[in-house]
C-alpha cells in the first residue's frame, strides 16, 4: 500500500428534484470527513449551470486514510 498523498476527484450527480437533499447530505459528509486523521482536504462545489452536479475534492495522507474514510458511516 502506498504512503503517498492521494488526491480523489469525484463528480456526483443527483436525481431529479434531490439536489437540494443531496447538497445538505455533501454538508454533514464535509463535516465528518474533516475530523478525520488522515483527511488533508476535502470540499465540495455545486455547479452553477447544473444544480443536479457536484464535485468533491479529496485530499488524504496516504491509500490507508482514504481506505479508512470509505469505511466510515458518513460515507455509507
Request: proline share 4%.
Amino acid at each position: 500500500m502506498s504512503s503517498h498523498p492521494v488526491h480523489k476527484l469525484a463528480r456526483i450527480t443527483s436525481k431529479p428534484g434531490q439536489a437540494v437533499a443531496l447538497r445538505e447530505a455533501l454538508k454533514i459528509l464535509e463535516v465528518e470527513t474533516r475530523k478525520e486523521a488522515g483527511c488533508v482536504e476535502f470540499t465540495f462545489y455545486q455547479a452553477l449551470t447544473a444544480e443536479t452536479s457536484f464535485i468533491l475534492l479529496e485530499h488524504f495522507t496516504d491509500e490507508q486514510a482514504l481506505k479508512t474514510h470509505m469505511q466510515f458511516p458518513h460515507t455509507q
